[in-house]
């Protein structure tokens, strides 16, 4: 790699999420944006609007691989494409940004961490919660040892948006994103387990297609981007219009989890909810978190002691202001991605962490779909999640 110059960063992928690229793109200043390769003539118009008219665009990965002008590569397209993409980056031994979830299955997620072994070629997936506010905050009132030892953890998942963000277009799909326990589900499983300190073992799950799948005004929206057809107003979920005409996933998911340190952990996840948060409730055997909110200026409550039906907490710590999307979590996440290119080493977001996300999310769907049996979720043999968890080095 050049030293003392900008890393040049491709972009594979300008669809909802291509901004996030704008926060890599700082001319001067030790990155930017030198390539983004898009199929769609929309994708690469966007890209010029968002980054610049100099940007090159492309319409694949092997056109911008062949540039010679890519020092690191941010996969930001639909997730059944991460792999695949994926395997062409690090074959090529470019440090390589995935956006979450890191896969679509336990094969090809394993199929990204083998190959980045053996190339010694860097990885890191987009886990942007790590770094959001309320998380850190959780993390660090655990770590003080406020609560004691962790016991369980609850995560109940408001998806007020549902309709408009994930049954209008490919993430309806299982052929695409397999399911919502992956596109979504893998943000809070992640947290479940970087809480916990351990990753789930075993899992079960019931859920369904409840609402969704009953409604048969249907459209082809491939010619559109989410906030073409997005509308707050909409509402109950059953008045939504020209959903994807093929929708497969689970609209509502509960999971229960039991983790490798003796942690015990449910996630429930519905998508026709009218409002739109996160709840994690953490237990420890000394006192207990819960946040009652998760934006800026909301707050997480702490019990210490005693009390006799809903008494107020012990403690409350406000959630810290931050610039940037998701609470500040983005422009945090690329970074930390910026600097393991340049430096490698250990990261707040963990590769192992991604797989494990996905691993859960593939056998808590598979669960579902299979009457509810629990399920063993394999793990990441020792020599692999070894070599990730020291750094890649």
Avoid at 138 to 158: L, P, T, Y
Avoid at 328 to 344: C, M, Q, S
Wanted: proline share 4%; glycine share 10%.
């Amino acid at each position: 790699m050049r030293q003392n110059t900008d890393l040049r960063v491709g972009v594979v992928g300008f669809g909802a999420r291509g901004p996030l690229a704008l926060h890599a793109h700082k001319p001067g200043e030790g990155s930017r944006v030198s390539v983004v390769a898009d199929p769609s003539e929309r994708g690469k118009a966007k890209a010029r609007e968002i980054i610049g008219e100099d940007v090159r665009t492309v319409d694949t990965v092997d056109d911008l691989l062949s540039g010679g002008d890519v020092d690191a590569v941010m996969i930001l397209a639909p997730d059944n494409l991460h792999a695949p993409i994926a395997l062409k980056t690090l074959e090529a031994r470019i440090p390589t940004f995935t956006e979450k979830p890191m896969a679509i299955s336990v094969e090809d997620a394993d199929a990204m961490l083998n190959l980045a072994y053996e190339k010694r070629t860097g990885l890191y997936v987009g886990h942007n919660m790590r770094h959001m506010p309320v998380i850190r905050q959780m993390k660090d009132m655990i770590e003080q040892g406020k609560i004691g030892r962790v016991r369980a953890i609850w995560c109940r998942h408001f998806v007020g948006a549902g309709g408009d963000f994930y049954f209008k277009d490919w993430h309806a799909e299982r052929e695409r994103a397999f399911s919502l326990l992956l596109q979504k589900g893998a943000h809070d499983i992640d947290v479940i387990h970087w809480l916990a300190g351990g990753y789930t073992r075993r899992v079960s799950g019931i859920g369904g297609l409840e609402v969704y799948g009953d409604i048969e005004d249907r459209r082809d929206n491939s010619d559109r981007l989410m906030w073409d057809w997005f509308d707050a107003e909409v509402f109950p979920p059953s008045r939504q219009k020209e959903l994807n005409p093929v929708i497969d996933v689970e609209d509502i998911s509960m999971l229960h989890m039991m983790l490798d340190n003796g942690v015990y952990a449910s996630y429930q996840q519905c998508h026709f909810t009218p409002d739109y948060w996160r709840n994690y409730t953490v237990i420890g055997d000394e006192g207990r978190l819960e946040n009652m909110g998760d934006r800026a200026g909301e707050q997480i409550f702490l019990w210490n002691s005693r009390h006799s039906g809903a008494g107020r907490p012990d403690e409350v710590e406000v959630i810290a202001r931050a610039d940037g999307g998701h609470g500040g979590a983005d422009p945090r996440l690329i970074t930390e991605f910026l600097e393991f290119v340049r430096n490698g080493g250990r990261t707040d977001v963990s590769v192992i962490a991604a797989r494990e996300a996905v691993a859960t999310g593939v056998v808590g769907a598979l669960s579902i779909r299979s009457g509810g049996h629990m399920l063993d979720v394999p793990p990441v043999p020792a020599r692999v999640r070894e070599y990730f968890d020291s750094g890649q080095s």
